[in-house]
């Protein structure tokens, strides 16, 4: 196979300013990547963008910090990809031709080359797309699962539904068993939640939402707060007497970081743990990549959970800027994906 010598690849050379429109995005012509011993090239057929790729863009992520951050321009943006092997290691476990999916930066390209420990195969039944809108998800089985311990019969409330990393939250703590709140954004968006995911309670956050809750659980409050837009005073105010609160995000509070007082913590008896899945990997805390990765893609085979993608219809890296673009506004519902291979559309 002859690759070419050029790809496109969104690329940004500086961040953005706050009145730069997502929009206006557009691919340019780079090398393409080299990848060391070590790594894995692939051939991008989907990708899809996520929270954390709007603060990229714009240098509002705790990483993107000029002097304890990892991530500066210029840079390729995206994280999250789905695609076929062009080459890898003989020692990798992986073979040319696999569908295979993973998250590393870059990933808004024609090819990526990523470390073999950040590339799983895409699960028997899945399709390509649905898998690049499942892969962050692992953090939310990890946030879950190992981190919040939710257990049968507990009620937990997720935040940042529809989307993507709250919908895989509240689907796995529902295949955990336990009774599943989700707040939405506002009434419209909490009636697109009921028709498409089923067996949860919704509310929107549109009124007096932590009252409902409580009412819902008796006036007992909700066990766990699996929070991926950053409203952990809520979270603690519908919380029962030494709950957990597993933080994972705070995108939707677009760098203006909330204040918590300490002292309801305190009085709450409870337990507030902020998860980074990468750091976490990276300081050796909790389960393996590995492990966390098998427990999710089991899920993912079962169709016990099963990640939506919205109806949008975006193709080619030119529309990667309108689908962050639908990010930001609250337009897209679930994940929005981009497809960069319209000729094994078919087949993937």
């Given at each position: 196979m002859t690759l070419p010598s050029k790809m496109q690849a969104l690329h940004i050379p500086t961040f953005l300013p706050p009145s730069f429109p997502?929009?206006?995005?557009?691919?340019?012509?780079?090398?393409?990547?080299?990848?060391?011993?070590?790594?894995?090239?692939?051939?991008?057929?989907?990708?899809?963008?996520?929270?954390?790729?709007?603060?990229?863009?714009?240098?509002?992520?705790?990483?993107?910090?000029?002097?304890?951050?990892?991530?500066?321009?210029?840079?390729?943006?995206?994280?999250?990809?789905?695609?076929?092997?062009?080459?890898?290691?003989?020692?990798?476990?992986?073979?040319?031709?696999?569908r295979v999916m993973g998250s590393s930066l870059g990933a808004f390209s024609e090819y990526v080359a990523v470390p073999v420990g950040s590339v799983r195969r895409v699960p028997e039944g899945v399709a390509s797309r649905e898998a690049v809108a499942g892969v962050g998800g692992v953090v939310s089985f990890a946030?879950?699962?190992?981190?919040?311990?939710?257990?049968?019969?507990?009620?937990?409330?997720?935040?940042?539904?529809?989307?993507?990393?709250?919908?895989?939250?509240?689907?796995?703590?529902?295949?955990?068993?336990?009774?599943?709140?989700?707040?939405?954004?506002?009434g419209q968006r909490a009636e697109m939640v009921r028709r498409r995911?089923?067996?949860?309670?919704?509310?929107?956050?549109?009124?007096?939402?932590?009252?409902?809750?409580?009412?819902?659980?008796?006036?007992?409050?909700?066990d766990v707060v699996v929070d991926n837009v950053g409203v952990v005073e809520d979270g603690l105010r519908c919380l029962k007497f030494g709950g957990r609160i597993v933080l994972v995000g705070f995108a939707g509070r677009k760098g203006v970081m909330e204040r918590v007082a300490m002292n309801k913590v305190l009085l709450k008896g409870a337990t507030v743990v902020g998860y980074r899945y990468g750091e976490a990997l990276r300081q050796g805390q909790g389960p393996s990549a590995e492990e966390l990765w098998r427990g999710y893609a089991e899920l993912l085979e079962k169709r016990a959970v099963r990640p939506i993608v919205d109806e949008r219809q975006y193709h080619g890296l030119e529309s990667v800027g309108q689908a962050m673009h639908d990010m930001e506004q609250g337009h897209v519902f679930g994940k929005a994906v981009i497809s960069l291979d319209e000729k094994t559309k078919a087949m993937l």
């Open positions: 997502l929009s206006s995005l557009i691919p340019t012509s780079h090398p393409l990547p080299f990848p060391s011993p070590s790594h894995i090239l692939i051939r991008t057929t989907h990708t899809s963008p996520q929270a954390v790729d709007l603060l990229y863009a714009r240098g509002q992520h705790q990483n993107n910090h000029p002097r304890h951050g990892h991530v500066h321009p210029p840079f390729t943006l995206g994280l999250d990809f789905a695609g076929v092997i062009v080459s890898a290691p003989s020692d990798s476990g992986f073979a040319r031709g696999e946030a879950v699962v190992h981190v919040a311990g939710v257990r049968r019969g507990e009620n937990v409330l997720v935040t940042g539904v529809p989307g993507g990393l709250g919908v895989v939250a509240a689907l796995v703590a529902r295949a955990s068993g336990a009774r599943v709140f989700v707040l939405a954004r506002n995911i089923e067996g949860c309670e919704v509310l929107a956050d549109d009124g007096d939402w932590v009252e409902r809750v409580k009412q819902m659980t008796g006036g007992r409050g909700v």
